[in-house]
């Protein structure tokens, strides 16, 4: 049987760019093809088990030739998968769709088109320029840039084009920029007509460059302007001076770390997003059920004998209610039980199962949690605890000295998680990478570790990288790890991490 397959715009560069139809085929492929220009972050969405297959091209260097990839297609959808080629923007806008469609047909092989937001639109969106005004113009025209002067025979009209619409956009003209601006002067645009190049639109590196016809070229030789970035040319640029909106996000320029677990580190992501930085996804640890497996079993099927049941994470309240519905065991056998949680977010995951919480310390951290259950909790008071492996111990040992009868159970397993090393290592060198997030003691350590496979002064490699920490503990981890601690969050949350990461210099 034949397979699908699915030409996807993901749009510019920012992932939230992508429609909701083209996430929808992402994550059901067996198979990616993705572009340089398409954020690999979108890979995320896709299954585990997906291949993916990177064939991006820069000006000067093509991993695979147009019909090397035609062929790809060809050869995965033949063996009856479904094929997802992603590519940045919209494939039929000067993506070379139209001829991968074309091959498709020719071999029969069943496809669909998901139209993504051109980069002719959403990038000079991004730098504040609108590409219609109804006081400026009332047509624009998209064109490639992608053309040499030496060819006999053109294919861009410029005698057309200059006087056809009120505003021209070009993508991939850098390169050929004296060329145009010769071009549309030649053929009655005004010197003064203002240009717009925008470089790496929709990423935190997003820069733009503004001037007339007249000086553009000498402005793009001085800042050594170098693709891949849109040419904007016409009134509408002026606009930019009062609309420009993105730069001017709280988190704009900053490449940031995220050391989360894969599964957890969307929401933190996304925040980063919103605030105009650009997350980079870096998994040290990796969630999974306990190696002692029995003993929370035999921990559960004594619920109803616990007077309290405390939880530190979001985690544990997912391990310990799956397994509560992989054992079958009733949530009433809790009846008796009062609830404590270590915070918001952990009592909202409760809240989501239906269980109120009788209490949340001030402080979001274990020593806090122990000073609010001090005034609650009795001598002989049976307590389970469903916490992570390498939880510290002082929430345990602190209640047993009460006189509780403590049950410490793992509800799940922390584990190292190396992943992309190597990459993150050449991005500290290369210094891309501004700032680093630790969610806990277990990301700062294993994210040491992960490092030291690749570098063993890791010291030296963060050298003028801000590092923000969630709360006191996880700082505290990191300076003994002999990390240089910028902030550190003022409410141990999520939240409380962004608010920090908004005030760093």
């Excluded at 009120?166 to 053929?187: A, C, D, S, W």
């Excluded at 709280?250 to 997350?279: D, N, Y």
């Excluded at 996880?474 to 999520?494: D, R």
Aim: hydrophobic letters at 40%; aromatic letters at 6%.
């Amino acid at each position: 049987m034949t397979g699908t397959v699915y030409l996807v715009g993901a749009g510019p560069w920012d992932p939230g760019l992508i429609t909701v139809k083209g996430l929808k085929a992402l994550k059901k492929a067996d198979v990616i093809i993705y572009d340089r220009l398409a954020n690999p972050q979108l890979l995320n969405h896709a299954k585990e088990n997906a291949e993916r297959i990177y064939v991006g091209k820069s000006s000067d260097h093509h991993t695979h030739t147009q019909e090397e990839i035609n062929d790809l297609l060809v050869e995965k959808a033949k063996q009856g998968l479904t094929v997802v080629r992603l590519k940045g923007g919209d494939p039929f806008v000067f993506g070379r769709g139209g001829e991968e469609a074309e091959r498709c047909m020719e071999e029969g092989i069943p496809f669909e088109v998901i139209p993504g937001i051109t980069s002719a639109i959403a990038v000079p969106a991004y730098a504040g320029i609108p590409v219609t005004h109804r006081d400026m113009n009332a047509s624009f025209s998209v064109v490639t840039g992608y053309e040499r002067k030496e060819k006999n025979e053109p294919s861009v009209s410029f005698a057309s084009l200059a006087r056809a619409t009120e505003t021209q956009v070009f993508l991939m003209g850098v390169k050929n920029l004296p060329y145009i601006v010769e071009q549309l002067r030649k053929h009655g645009r005004a010197g003064d007509t203002p240009v717009a190049l925008v470089r790496w639109g929709t990423k935190m590196e997003q820069e733009t460059l503004v001037g007339t016809l007249e000086d553009i070229v000498e402005k793009a030789e001085e800042r050594n302007f170098r693709p891949p970035a849109v040419i904007v040319v016409g009134e509408v640029v002026r606009l930019r001076e009062k609309l420009a909106w993105f730069e001017q996000k709280p988190l704009f320029g900053k490449r940031i770390l995220v050391t989360r677990a894969r599964e957890q580190s969307q929401s933190l992501s996304e925040k980063i997003h919103e605030l105009g930085g650009e997350s980079l996804e870096f998994p040290v640890i990796k969630i999974t059920r306990p190696k002692r497996q029995a003993f929370l079993d035999q921990s559960l099927r004594r619920l109803h004998e616990y007077d309290w049941i405390v939880f530190t994470s979001v985690n544990g309240v997912k391990f310990f209610f799956s397994r509560l519905r992989e054992l079958k065991i009733d949530i009433r056998q809790m009846a008796k039980a009062k609830i404590a949680a270590i915070g918001p977010k952990t009592a909202e995951a409760l809240w989501e199962k239906g269980l109120l919480v009788d209490v949340i310390p001030e402080e979001y951290q274990a020593e806090g949690l122990i000073e609010s259950l001090r005034h609650h909790v009795k001598a002989g008071d049976k307590i389970l605890l469903p916490r992570a492996n390498i939880a510290r111990k002082i929430l345990a040992v602190k209640l047993a000295e009460m006189g509780c009868e403590v049950t410490d159970a793992d509800a799940y397993d922390t584990e190292t998680e190396t992943g992309n090393a190597g990459e993150i290592v050449q991005g500290l060198r290369e210094g891309t990478i501004h700032v680093i997030t630790f969610t806990s003691s277990s990301t700062v350590r294993n994210f040491v570790r992960s490092l030291q496979t690749v570098e063993a002064d890791v010291t030296s490699l963060l050298k003028g990288v801000q590092i923000v920490c969630i709360g006191p503990i996880t700082a505290q981890t990191a300076k003994e790890s002999g990390l240089k601690v910028n902030s550190i969050a003022k409410e141990y949350t999520i939240e409380g991490l962004v608010e920090a990461l908004k005030q760093l210099p």
